[in-house]
């Protein structure tokens, strides 16, 4: 009887608690919350005028301390805890149109109006936007009962990830769909993780398998195959806005995909997203740096190079920085930060010169808008490879490990040389075509601020077409002491050659002059430079094998191989220094500026160097806010099709907001500890969870309170993206090649797609297998990208792409109908229906719609392309040159059931559930 009468007890006590709590939750003053209710209404209606763009009245809203500052009629705008001394409370409550704000527009609406006046009167606090408050973790909601007091359990739950979209559902009266059918998890998953159907053993061994634990083995052997890491690389490529070109006007070829090729390994190995950043920001910096360290670093080479005659080399390289920094900020934080090039960021706590810091860690870097992309990772083979290890022990052994870095960083890069590009003062000279420096008979010309300290050997890269040149170089002015005096040889193509200079300290500004008798015009060019590298002496001249190994080292020096370009940081010589630019003008420079971060983000690590290695370590801190949350974000967006914040390039306070920020933050703090940065652990836990195994079919309810299925109330149902479109028809119809790596291949191409006038690049269609390899080796040009990849919402990649933007047109089934390349697809699905389908025309059919699909076919859909089939074969049969054409020209124009069946495997190529994942 006691125990009856406690729990009695315990339960009327719970109940007048619950009630106590309530009561003063819902009689307390309610508090306004910055982020959610202030924040919306200054973006609509105040920043315009009040921000980063524009100061009107010397009023901005953008920081606190600058709001609640004297304006310039000498009163406060914002009066913390006094609404009634607060000029912006007393101005937007004017009825005079000419006093009231917001000035020229709608006034605001009493509700507004409310909310920004209790806000002064709770102390006018600013509030941190949710993506800029670091990742904590955060606990897993828990179903429960009675008034939250007692936890119960959810069957349909399978992990974390569930609790979250559970609680959501829950919230709007909304269950979850049931869970789709193997065969229909089989094709989504295996387009999701390697971005093509599974290999037919791999499926059959699923579908065969009634264990519980088959989808997750499933998972796991998806995972773990090559495959994977060429789909993954597919969405980073246009967040580096790779490309096999240069951009601009010529977009002329570039030789960088070794870039493309580590990334596919780097996601295959599951290469930690933190050292995954770390590499491709500053590998060159890493100790020990290894070639695939400086090939890492080609992600930011990967800027565009402005080779057309006449331009400024200098805007360029400038526009090239801008790039990296605007891409560091929307690859790996989802933020746009482009903007503070010009001013304070007008929405986002970010300032003018916040950019122009953070710029400082990528304005030192050796690219200069070259021709040649310099600095360039020169790629010996293994024979040359160990010439150059012969040649670094030696230099090791016998002189100093210093000396032999630098000999090595030499060889391989060709580094620190001044380019000639860097020449001014002309006088019968110029920069040839804005890429060399070009000497004519008579000509002067400067290189200015060369160290010379304990420099007594100049190696330099030259070409002439005339013997008899004289090369002088005189210090300081033209007629200054001679450095050197060296005659030029006749050199039709690029050679490599020393000189022996005098000694000379410090640093000093180099005249150049060049006379040649054998020059009969004065507008005849005598000698093209590309770059001069001043240095000392092969080291070790006294030491046993000097000449041998110098000659080897001259050798390779001079060797001509592969390149890639990469990233490298000047000397403290050549160093460049960082200046504000006004209002964003790169000629109207302000104050000096050291590397930083925005102090608005977690602060720069204590010990970090102030390059770009100590903002990689910043940027993969524990502490910044943005990384792991892009990141998480981008995978969920790959899966699902929208982001858990749908606006990937704009976490900030103009993006959407997140459905499940709690999930968000769940997921990238375990994204960041108990995975350790693991891509493919954080790929397993979204698609092992319930929420994404659901079936995708749509109900009446679930269209009307879930209409675009932001709470996850059923499966996934979006378009393929292009390069998937292509390679699941590639696999469909047996074409597809597995071919890894090398340089970009030409598949069909329509004539004309192509006009490069400066060079005559053409597109010449690869042969073999590699015409049907992934969409990922297919060769992009910038000006020109693949046509039918554009159809389907490619991106050209002249910048960084967060997000590509889903389309539906008619241009989209045109081009899977009539290019030639799915027309070839569609001939080789028709032969293998035929091979597997037998005799029998439906059965024929029942065979490509299961290939596509991994379903068996319907009596209706049956019926259709029954139908389809027999109108293409009657006017077939009637016309053997069309059936000859649609047979390729393969030799049999009289078969006229294989220009039908052509057809039919078009039209299943073209479903909907073909180009769908759903």
């Known amino acids: 009887m006691k125990p009856l009468l406690s729990s009695k007890l315990l339960i009327v006590a719970i109940f007048i608690i619950v009630t106590a709590c309530s009561f003063v939750f819902l009689t307390r003053s309610s508090r306004i919350d910055f982020t959610t209710q202030v924040k919306p209404i200054i973006n609509k209606s105040c920043i315009t005028c009040h921000g980063g763009v524009r100061q009107k009245g010397g009023f901005s809203l953008l920081f606190r301390e600058e709001a609640l500052a004297k304006t310039e009629s000498g009163k406060f705008g914002i009066v913390p805890g006094d609404p009634g001394k607060s000029e912006m409370i007393r ?49 897993v909601p828990q179903a429960t009962t009675f008034f ?94 790779y490309a096999d070109t240069k951009g601009y006007e010529r977009d002329d070829s570039r030789n960088i ?113 070259t021709f040649s992309d310099y600095p360039l990772l020169r790629h010996y083979d293994d024979t040359l490879q160990q010439q150059v290890n012969n040649v670094v022990k030696w230099v090791q052994q016998n002189v100093s490990p210093q000396k032999a870095a630098e000999v090595n960083t030499f060889l391989k890069t060709w580094q620190p040389a001044y380019n000639s590009l860097t020449c001014d003062s002309f006088t019968n000279s110029e920069l040839s075509d804005t890429k060399w420096l070009a000497l004519r008979n008579n000509a002067l010309c400067r ?81 093209l430079f590309d770059w001069f590298y001043f240095t000392q002496e092969f080291p070790g001249k006294d030491k046993v094998g000097y000449a041998d190994i110098k000659n080897q080292y001259l050798k390779l020096v001079s060797t001509n191989v592969p390149t890639t370009p990469v990233m490298m940081d000047n000397p403290s010589s050549m160093h460049r220094a960082s200046y504000v630019f006004e209002r964003g003008n790169w000629l109207t420079k302000g104050e000096m500026v050291q ?78 500890t108990d995975d350790n940065w693991s891509v493919k652990k954080l790929i397993r836990k979204v698609v092992l969870s ?24 059923r499966g996934v149902r979006v378009r393929l993206s292009a390069e998937q479109v292509r390679d699941q028809a590639l696999c469909i119809s047996g074409l597809i090649s597995h071919k890894m790596y090398g340089p970009g291949v030409f598949p069909y191409q329509p004539e004309g797609i192509w006009l490069s006038p400066y060079n005559g690049a053409k597109w010449r269609q690869s042969t073999g297998e590699d015409q049907y390899r992934r969409a990922v080796y297919t060769y992009w040009k910038r000006s020109a990208a693949y046509p039918s990849m554009l159809t389907f919402d490619g991106v050209s ?35 293998r229906m035929q091979n597997q389908g037998g005799g029998n025309v439906s059965k024929q059919i029942a065979t490509g719609y299961a290939l596509a699909t991994n379903h068996e076919i319907d009596e209706r859909r049956t019926k259709v392309l029954m139908n389809l089939y ?25 078969e006229a059931a294989t220009a039908a069946l052509t057809v039919i495997a078009n039209a299943i190529l073209n479903l909907d559930e073909v180009v769908m994942k759903n």
């Not at 499926?203 to 998972?219: F, S």
């Not at 370590?617 to 990384?627: A, E, F, I, V």
């Not at 009657?874 to 393969?890: A, S």
């Open 797 to 831: 990649r002249e910048i960084c792409t967060a997000r590509r933007i889903r389309t539906n047109t008619p241009l989209q089934a045109l081009t899977a109908l009539n290019d030639s390349v799915y027309v070839d697809i569609a001939r080789h699905l028709a032969a």
């Open 870 to 894: 027999n109108q293409a074969f009657n006017k077939f049969k009637n016309d053997p040159v069309k059936t000859c054409d649609m047979n390729g020209n393969t030799g049999y124009p009289t």
């Open 257 to 369: 995909w070794k870039y493309r090729d580590w990334l596919i390994r780097a996601f295959n190995e599951d290469k930690p997203y933190n050292l995954f950043l770390t590499e491709q920001i500053a590998g060159d910096l890493l100790p020990g740096a290894t070639d695939n360290d400086y090939i890492a670093t080609a992600f930011h080479r990967n800027t565009m190079t402005n080779d057309e005659g006449g331009t400024e080399n200098e805007e360029f390289r400038t526009a090239a920085v801008l790039d990296r920094v605007n891409t560091t900020w929307q690859a790996a934080m989802g933020t746009t930060f482009a903007c503070v090039q010009c001013h304070a960021h007008p929405y986002d706590p970010f300032k003018h010169e916040d950019y122009y810091k953070f710029m400082a860690f990528f304005n030192d870097t050796r690219d200069e808008d």
């Open 447 to 527: 290189l200015k601020n060369v160290d010379l300290e304990s420099r007594d050997q100049l190696m330099f890269r030259y070409k002439a077409d005339t013997s008899g040149g004289v090369w002088q170089i005189h210090i300081d002015n033209p007629a200054g002491p001679l450095l050197a005096t060296i005659q030029l040889p006749q050199a039709k193509g690029w050679t490599i050659t020393e000189s022996k200079i005098a000694g000379f300290n410090g640093r000093h500004d180099l005249y150049f002059t060049y006379t040649n008798k054998n020059l009969s015009k004065p507008t005849t060019n005598g000698a």
């Open 595 to 672: 590397p930083d971060v925005p102090k608005s983000l977690n602060p720069f690590p204590a010990k970090a160097p102030r390059n770009r290695l100590g903002l990689a370590m910043w940027l993969t801190s524990n502490q910044n806010p943005l990384t792991a949350r892009t990141m998480v974000n981008r995978v969920w967006e790959q899966i699902f099709g929208t982001g858990l914040a749908e606006t990937q390039e704009d976490l900030g306070s103009q993006g959407i907001a997140p459905t499940h920020p709690e999930l968000l933050d769940w997921l990238s703090y375990r994204f960041m």
């Open 91 to 139: 101005r937007i409550n004017l009825k005079n149109p000419e006093e009231r704000m917001p000035y020229k527009h709608d006034p605001l609406s009493k509700e507004e109006i409310d909310i920004l006046t209790k806000w002064v009167k709770q102390g006018a606090q600013w509030g941190e936007h949710w993506a800029y408050v670091p990742v904590k973790d955060v606990p």
């Open 690 to 713: 319930a929420t994404y195994q659901q079936d995708s079919r749509v109900t009446k309810e679930l269209l009307e309170k879930d209409p675009n299925n932001k709470y996850y109330s």
């Open 148 to 241: 939250g007091l007692i936890n119960k359990t959810k069957d349909w739950a399978k992990n974390p990830i569930d609790n979250f979209v559970q609680q959501k559902l829950d919230e709007q009266d909304l269950k979850p769909s049931a869970q789709a059918d193997k065969k229909t998890l089989l094709r989504r998953v295996s387009l999701d993780i390697i971005g093509m159907p599974a290999p037919e053993k791999l499926a059959t061994k699923y579908l065969q398998d009634n264990r519980e634990t088959a989808y997750a083995e499933l998972v796991d052997s998806l995972l773990a195959m090559p495959n994977y890491g060429e789909k993954w690389t597919s969405m980073w490529l246009d967040l580096a806005r």
